[in-house]
Every structure is written in structure tokens, then in C-alpha cells.
């Protein structure tokens, strides 16, 4: 274990304050850590006191117990630990740029007070360099049994990146994919020929992205649906089967303004299960 060491490239980054919540996040880092075969940082932060000093933090302890939690789970994951005097959603996004994936529980406190509802989640879900995790702490109790699914969420070409990142999480966990396109008629859809236009269309919309993904990976078993309902009404009741849903968030500027849109608010706070953000920047704008 490192404390001060530099992270590799290409690991799993996770928030830790000691809370409930944080540990099932880190419960769910580890497993991410030990499909992907990389290392584990693990994070704490907390923000300065109005003295200009940190707030009284037993930050030692917190990342020693986390250490020995995921031990104890993942004995073969490599751990390091690190501490910083800052802003916890700013220090997640920063160390979230070199990470593979990063992740956050649903609520804490200390350095990350009211995650996933909070101020701090919503920063770093719109700001986060890699994928973001957003694990959910008690998720609400199913009609029916959790299945080997991850579910993503395609309107077209744009959210390729969300779709891939479904498919290799998919391998990771063995399990399916389930694409779920959701859409309405718009003004132009005034007669009954204009709408089966529409629905033709809608329905043959994801093959693009989502066809040469299957052909590269054809164990996968995938589900594609096309369903006229609202996306995120369409995005919560399939995941309320699966493992994971992954949506795209799409970057229109590299600005410190929010960024989250109503379909992934929606996600955040009524997925019955964990939810993986994929962050898309204009081509022009760089890779994220």
C-alpha cells in the first residue's frame, strides 16, 4: 500500500468517508478492480475549515479499515490509499483522469456529504474524466429476482461510447446486454402513415452502433428494444431487472457549469440499481 505514491493509468478510483454507504461502494470498486485485473485507489478528502485548516478527520483510520475491508473481499487487488486537504468532488475528478473507471456511493459524510442527492455527486457526475459508478446504497426492494443484465441506454451513433463500455462491462460480469431505445412521435407524426414511418425508423435507429458490437462479441446475448415511452420511465423499469444501467452524458463544453441532463437526474435518484455515467465530448473538444 502506497499513500503518496502515483496511481497507475488504466485503475479504479474510489470516494471513501468511512460511511455506510462509501463501504458499499467500495465493496463494488473491488469487484471492478478484480474483473478489469487492475489496481484499486482508494481516496479520501475532505474540505478546509474556515481556520484554513482541515477539518477534524481521523483520515488514517478511515483508509486503514477501507484497506483491510478490501482485503478481506479481494485479497489479490492491489490497493493504494491517498489523502488530500480539498474539495471532494474536485479531487475525484481530478484523479478520475488517469482512472478506468471511478466510483462513488449514494450518500455520506465527512468529504463526501450527500452523494448521489447532493451537491457533491452532481459535481462530479458532470464533471467526471472517466466513467462514473454511482452505487446505490439500499436499493428498493424487487417484485422480481436481479438478473445477469446491464442495460444501456441508446438514442443513435452519439452514444456509441455508452453502448461499448455495456458490452465490455457485459463480458467483465458475464451477462447480457439489453438495449433500450426509447422514443416519441413528434410534430411532423400527424398521420398514420408519417408515424409508421417513424416507428420504422426508431426501431432500426441503434443497429448502427449496436450491430457491430454483437458481431464482435456474438456470446453476448443482447435484447434491443425500441419502445415509445419516455427514456428515463423506459431506462428505470428495465433496470429494475438488471445489474446496471449505463447511459452517456454528453459534454457540450469543457466548462465548470453542470451538465446532466433530466434522463440521467431521473436515473440518479430512482434506478433501482447502480448506474455507470459515459462521458462524450465533441469530437473536436478531445477524448474524455
Known sequence: MSRRGESPHGHVVVGTDGSRAATHALEQAAGEAHRRRVPLEIVHAWPWGG????????????????????????????????????????VLVRRSRAAALTVVGTRGNGGFTGLLLGSVSLRVAAHCRSPLLVVRDEPPPRTTP?????????????????????????????????VVHAWAYGLNDR?????????????????????????????????????????????????????????ATHRRKPTLGMHLGPV?????????????????????LGAC
Open 264 to 284: 440521467t437526474h431521473a436515473l440518479l435518484h430512482h434506478a433501482c440499481c447502480h448506474v455507470v455515467l459515459v462521458p462524450v465530448l465533441p469530437s473536436r
Open 51 to 90: 481556520a484554513y485548516e482541515p477539518l477534524d478527520d481521523d483520515a488514517p483510520g478511515i483508509l486503514a479499515k477501507a484497506t483491510r475491508h478490501v482485503a478481506a473481499l479481494a485479497p489479490e487487488v492491489q490497493v493504494t490509499t491517498v489523502t488530500v486537504a480539498d474539495d471532494a468532488a474536485e
Open 191 to 247: 398521420t398514420h402513415s408519417d408515424r409508421e414511418s417513424r416507428a420504422r425508423r426508431e426501431e432500426s435507429s441503434t443497429e448502427l452502433v449496436v450491430a457491430p458490437l454483437h458481431k464482435a462479441h456474438p456470446l453476448v446475448q443482447l435484447d434491443n428494444r425500441s419502445v415509445r415511452v419516455a427514456p428515463a420511465r423506459a431506462l428505470i423499469d428495465a433496470g429494475a431487472t438488471g445489474e446496471v444501467v449505463v447511459i
Open 146 to 178: 436481479r438478473v445477469g443484465t446491464v442495460v444501456v441506454g441508446v438514442r443513435g451513433e452519439e452514444d456509441a461510447p455508452a453502448a461499448s463500455f455495456a458490452f465490455a462491462e457485459a463480458l467483465r460480469r458475464e451477462a447480457g446486454v439489453s
